[in-house]
């Protein structure tokens, strides 16, 4: 147990480090940062509190507290997942309407070019 | 209007322009070059279509929406797609404009099975048609035989709903679901289908497997999308 813990509050520290370089260095923005700070923050608190530990491990029905530990872990690392796949789900819709709009506008204004062209000869 | 979605066509794309510009003489020519990385986009324009560049590979259903969108803008009233590798014959086009404005339905389908039609199609395609067959049967409440043809004629009331809502990778199954779920009502023509003209597909058994996965999905989720069933 106490290894496990220590692993995973060395693993949370990593984290909460990289991803800070990452907002510091303008390779994360803020709001998407918070995905990864908020769920390493907690893994780092619950693998501190041992009570904590073993009163989740209860509440789901677990005698092997650090098995519990793992599953909120993977849990609140899904949640992660899920909200990134809602995100980049947005942004490919958005990506692809732009780039609609962009070829569209692109013709439209070609087609205006030759017309102006084509007046200017007659 | 007719549609071209191409994708690295410079082989086919200019003799489909041409046939079609034989078949339709006085009818507008849309290519929708999806990011080429070959000569398609001038090859097109030689042959003399209008052509409307992607910024970026878009994939066939992003790259024919666009085609979709630009139409209704312009107030075109029908719009049929033929693909831009050959297999469609443009012969038929006339057809399935005529169909358009006989039936008065939203949409018709270019079909290989009715008589009259062409039956040329690969192996695992012909299984695929004949599995959503089975799967679109109870869900458009009438049979469709040719669920994966991309040889469609829409008007312009279906134009105005693929503009704004258009399934993106693998779009005309899914389409089909989409016009249901609006209670669109589609037919289906015969239409002749050859071997592509130029270059080689890029359907793969592994594709066609997440193919059958991903339209499956698809189709589910907008089933669950359903306003209700057609009167």
């Known amino acids: 147990m106490d290894r496990l813990s220590n692993v995973i509050a060395v693993f949370s520290l990593l984290l909460i480090g990289l991803v800070l370089g ?41 005698s092997d507290t650090p098995l519990a530990l793992l599953i909120v872990a993977g849990a609140i690392f899904l949640v992660v997942l899920y909200r990134f796949s809602l995100i980049i789900s947005n942004l490919k819709d958005s ?28 | 209007m007719i549609l071209i979605p191409a994708y690295n066509e410079e082989g086919a794309v200019g003799s489909v322009v041409a046939e079609v510009r034989a078949a339709m003489p006085d009818v507008a020519v849309l290519v929708v070059d999806d990011c080429s990385e070959d000569a398609t986009c001038e090859v097109a324009r030689q042959a003399g279509a209008t052509v409307l560049s992607m910024p970026h590979h878009l994939g ?33 086009v006339p057809k399935i404009l005529d169909a358009l404005e006989r039936e008065g339905c939203e949409m018709v389908i270019g079909s290989r099975f009715i008589e009259g039609g062409g039956e040329y199609s ?39 709903l693929f503009s ?32 592509r003209l130029a270059g080689r597909t890029s359907i793969t058994a592994v594709k066609s497997l997440y193919y059958i996965a991903h339209v499956l999905l698809g189709v589910f989720v907008n089933i669950l999308k359903f306003e209700g069933r057609r009167k």
């Open chain 2, 164 to 195: 704004r809502s258009f399934p993106l990778e693998y779009p005309e199954i899914e389409a089909l679901v989409v016009l249901q779920r609006k209670r669109f009502r589609f037919v289906e023509v015969p239409c002749r289908m050859r071997p």
């Open chain 2, 122 to 160: 690969g192996f695992l395609r012909g299984l695929g048609i004949v599995f959503f067959r089975a799967i679109l049967r109870p869900i458009l409440g009438k049979p469709v035989l040719d669920p994966t043809s991309g040889f469609v004629g829409v008007n312009r009331t279906a134009l105005g």
């Open chain 1, 22 to 62: 990452s907002v510091r260095r303008a390779h994360i923005r803020v709001e998407y940062s918070v995905s990864w700070l908020l769920p390493a923050l907690v893994l780092l608190v619950r693998s501190r509190c041992r009570g904590l530990e073993r009163q989740i491990a209860a509440a789901l029905g677990l």
């Open chain 1, 95 to 122: 990506n692809t309407a732009l780039a609609q709009r962009v070829a569209i506008l692109e013709f439209r204004i070609e087609s205006a070019d030759e017309k102006i062209k084509a007046a200017a000869r007659s």
């Open chain 2, 60 to 92: 066939l259903g992003g790259c024919v929406q666009a085609g979709y969108r630009l139409a209704f803008e312009l107030g075109y009233d029908y719009v049929i797609r033929v693909d831009g590798d050959g297999q469609h014959d443009p012969r038929d």
